[in-house]
């Protein structure tokens, strides 16, 4: 049986690609779950890696609003996420003053 130009340009036998949430999916997923969790504002995703069974997102959050705005005090949480996706855990591995440059540990 012959086969159309569309399908001999499709090859079954090639491996699908895995139907997983890329990085953009998972840091836009950890920043809603996490914003439904705490009352801090998250503010950006600093970090998207994919680990072996999902994704570990750090998001920053203004914890305090200060006046001026440079003084606000952000926090670093850390987001771990399945391959679907869906939240495991979250915490908070970093406070810190914005602008404030390095871990936040130092001096400390």
Known sequence: MATSKG???????RPRARDAVVASTAAAAAVRQLDELITSEPVGVTSVEPVEDGWIVEVEVIEEHRIPSSADLLGLYEIELDGEGDLLAFRRTNRYARGKAGTGNEGS
Do not use: G, K, N, V
């Open 7 to 13: 399908e001999s340009r499709t090859s079954s036998t």
